[in-house]
């Protein structure tokens, strides 16, 4: 048994060691430039002729001369590349390299130590409290060691720091799980002590390498209690634990460690959130009670996304988004597993209005898009949550639809931004996959005006409203015609859900003469495209043509394809020749179009 636990403390401490990797690497890299910038600046320096600072224009005349050189030398120099970043077995391969004897003789010496300690208790030479606290002890003088290395070298100092703090941290987890010498609590207390020395050491050396190892362990800490801890202990350690590791990014600018601690936090809150409102286990009985913790832990990270937004701007986006996404999910899960269904609609829209509200704050305060963009997109999400969680049917289709136009219309309103509100365009998907049904049940149905008749005209109508919409913001802003194409495929769409419903409401209205209906509706079908395709022909406007062009295609395809073989002899001959003739008129207003556009080149 004592064999078995050093052995793992010996596989913790190379996996601390090796996580420590990349920071060799990059010292490597300073120290090289810093010795370069050294050899540079030994230059011997000339003395200055006091005849030519007698003369300005001597002066003047051999600074244009250098300058014109230094232009053609730039010139001639290559082009420079990025170099290709280095793949991972790449980096480590580096990192052997450097301090190898070191880091052999740190494993060595490891094993070594783990043999004699295992030896020494099996012939009983120590007790238990001197085996525990010899590997406190040897952790802590080892820590001391590299806290005193790194003022000169920081990439020994922080492989000590990790080496010291492992095995300190084990032989806790030893003592308490072999021996019983320590409770939940207090060996929580103590892992903490010792992550608290490594963060400051992170802090005061800089090293965010020694950073993240020290939040790996305040967050591993609870699990070497080695039994189940009471969870409002737990969720209480968490939250102190995460207030640290914000102090800790507000006054470092490692934005990386809010998101990496919420990731922590979330994986404790699973059996939580599995367990739901199950009083089965110990996770369904405090589920109700962790929920308001959960609470405060969405508050937490949203409230410190935002002050370093506006603190310090954006620096990396996918940072932003991945910290909103992640604190929505987060709650998202807690409030639809854990709190009552009767509170969810409620729930969903209370967090939406906070999300909003920071969404417009962020934008406000910091004149940053990102920040707007990723909150507001969480504040949609608890939105659509809610009116879920609310109606149903083709009432939440309905609900949905105006949602997301009037989306679109307040991204068009407030940023002008072309690209982002057909980006949310996307989000009218949700809305046409539930009006399926709607399509499904006007197509049976003997009644004109039904509720699925109102759903499909209702979508049709936001797609052309939306659609139109981006194209003219598009066009005011004078950006590419590229940029307005999610808008011509919205109009597109809700054409399309148009053309549906003209057929059906038609076929219904003639519900005893089906070749008739079909005959109205094709030179319906045939006016609109006519009137289309010109209007968009003489104001310049492509996607108006294409709009007319694709109803006429559908009309012409249809003709030939289903009724030319389904239509009586007489309807054919009467529908064929009256679409025939539309199209034939065309002719005179396309060469009168065609006029005008050479008279323009002429008079040009």
């Known amino acids: 048994m004592y064999m078995m636990t050093w052995w793992i403390e010996v596989i913790v401490v190379i996996f601390l060691i090796i996580s420590n990797r990349s920071l060799s690497r990059r010292l490597g890299n300073l120290e090289s430039k810093l010795k370069n910038l050294g050899g540079a600046g030994e230059k011997k320096i000339e003395p200055v002729n006091s005849a030519v600072i007698s003369n300005p224009e001597t002066i003047l005349k051999d600074a244009s001369a250098y300058s014109a050189q230094n232009q053609e030398k ?29 880091k052999l003789g740190a494993f060595l010496f490891i094993v070594g130590f783990g043999w004699f300690v295992s030896y020494a208790f099996a012939n009983n030479w120590i007790g ?31 492989v000590f720091m990790a080496l010291g703090a492992g095995m300190a941290m084990l032989t806790i987890f030893a003592g308490r799980s072999i021996y019983g010498f320590f409770t939940p609590a207090s060996a929580v207390a103590f892992d903490f002590i010792i992550v608290a020395f490594v963060s400051f050491a992170s802090y005061k050396f800089n090293i965010k390498s020694l950073a993240f190892i020290a939040q790996i362990l ?56 599995g367990a739901g409102s199950f009083n089965s286990s110990m996770y369904g009985r405090d589920a109700s009670i962790i929920l308001n913790f959960a609470y405060i832990f969405g508050v937490m990270y949203l409230l410190a996304g935002m002050i370093s937004v506006v603190k310090k701007g954006v620096e990396n986006i996918n940072n932003e988004i991945i910290l909103a996404v992640l604190n929505g999910l987060f709650l998202f899960l807690w409030i639809f597993n854990v709190a009552g269904k009767e509170w969810h609609s409620m729930l969903f829209a209370f967090w939406a209005v906070i999300f909003t509200i920071c969404s417009f704050a962020a934008f406000k305060l910091s004149s940053q898009l990102a920040p707007f963009y990723a909150y507001g997109a969480v504040a949609v999400a608890f939105i659509a949550a809610a009116t ?16 997301v136009l009037l989306l679109v219309l307040c991204i068009l309103l407030l940023t002008k931004n072309t690209k982002a509100a057909s980006s949310v365009s996307w989000l009218f ?58 808008g011509s495929v919205l109009v597109v769409l809700g054409i399309l859900y148009l053309m549906y419903v003209v057929w059906q409401f038609i076929h219904i209205l003639m519900i005893g003469a089906q070749d008739m209906a ?24 492509m996607a108006r043509r ?18 030319v073989w389904q239509m009586a002899l007489f309807g054919r001959v009467v529908t064929f020749l009256a679409i025939g003739v539309l199209l034939m008129s065309t002719a005179f207003l396309t060469k009168k179009k065609k006029e005008e556009i050479d008279s323009r080149i002429i008079i040009k």
């Open 74 to 102: 730039l010139k001639e120099l290559p082009n420079l590349k990025t170099p290709k970043e280095k793949d991972a077995g790449e980096r480590f391969g580096e990192w052997l390299k450097e301090d190898w004897l070191m």
């Open 128 to 158: 238990p409290v001197g085996r525990i606290s010899i590997g406190i002890l040897a952790g802590i003088i080892i820590m001391t060691l590299g806290f005193w290395r790194m003022t000169k070298y920081k990439t020994q100092g922080a």
């Open 218 to 273: 305040a967050f591993v800490a609870p699990l070497l209690t080695s039994g189940s801890t009471e969870s409002i202990f737990l969720f209480s350690y968490l939250l102190f634990i995460s207030l640290a590791t914000l102090f800790l990014a507000s006054i470092t600018g490692w934005r990386d460690l809010i998101v990496s601690s919420l990731i922590f936090v979330g994986l404790y809150s699973l059996p939580y959130i």
């Open 429 to 486: 998907i949700v809305p046409l996959i539930l009006s399926f049904s709607s399509i499904s049940g006007y197509s049976g149905s003997q009644e004109l005006f039904t509720k699925d008749f109102f759903v499909l005209v209702l979508i049709a109508a936001a797609l052309v409203i939306a659609g139109r919409l981006i194209v003219w913001n598009s066009l005011s802003q004078n950006e590419k015609k590229e940029e307005a194409n999610a």
């Open 546 to 563: 294409t709009y007319g062009v694709a109803l006429l295609a559908f009309v012409v395809v249809r003709l030939i394809i289903v009724d």
């Open 518 to 541: 079909t005959m109205t509706t094709l030179l319906v079908y045939t006016v609109f495209g006519l009137i289309s395709y010109f209007s968009g022909l003489y104001s310049g406007d």
């Open 388 to 403: 879920a969680a609310q109606l149903s049917g083709t009432t939440l289709t309905i609900a949905f639809t105006m949602e």
